[in-house]
């Protein structure tokens, strides 16, 4: 796959540009344990399967014996016990040299972000790590009610992209990369297996091996 005419690049964000599985774990136990309705006890392990579905989905999966309408308010304050956690952590969860890479790539290359996450999440993520200068704009599932393939033909549309590619780390990744007709990389770092992938990242760096034509 010729990669070095195209200069639009999508990102996935959860798996892909951080890890914050240990400390969504323990954000979404903290708002389990406090309304009480759920004994649920989330795992990092558990969040990293998630992760990457709509919030319906997850909470769907995490909170089957509910009707739809309590999953829902299990799910958003599990969300913005997340939100918060995460925007005030100290933690470090972003992959090594994103913000380099980004940087150094964003001469040639211009920058999204599309995932199946909710309102308000991708703009924390960015507003931490002062990343908002490399991205042009994002789409994410929490805006539109729609799926992420969906999502990434909304914003090629809006910024009237033709040739693009999504980086992701999930199957859930490959398959709406595919559904949208653009070519997916695999963030093999993150949290999920694809056998279906054809390009490979071992990090987050070797996007700049992999568009310069450089072998990885």
Known sequence: ????????????????????????????????????????????????????????????????????????????????????????????????????????????????????????????????YHLEPYITDTECCGNTGKNKAENIRILMERNQISDAVYVGDTAGDFHSASKAHIPFIFASYGYGQVPEKKLTLRSFSELQDLFSGNTL
């Open 1 to 128: 796959m010729d990669l070095k005419n195209i200069k639009h690049i999508i990102l996935d964000l959860d798996g892909t540009l951080w890890d914050t599985a240990k400390i969504s774990a323990d954000a979404y136990n903290q708002a389990l344990r406090s309304d009480g309705r759920s004994d649920l006890i989330v795992t990092d392990e558990l969040i990293r399967k998630e992760f990457g579905k709509s919030d319906r989905e997850i909470a769907d999966d995490l909170f089957p014996e509910f009707e739809p309408s309590i999953r829902d308010e299990l799910m958003n304050l599990c969300g913005i016990s997340n939100n918060t956690t995460l925007e005030k952590t100290n933690e470090i969860m972003l992959y090594p040299d994103v913000p380099d890479t980004l940087k150094a790539m964003s001469e040639h290359h211009c920058f999204y972000i599309v995932s199946n996450c909710g309102v308000g999440y991708i703009e924390m993520f960015l507003k931490k």
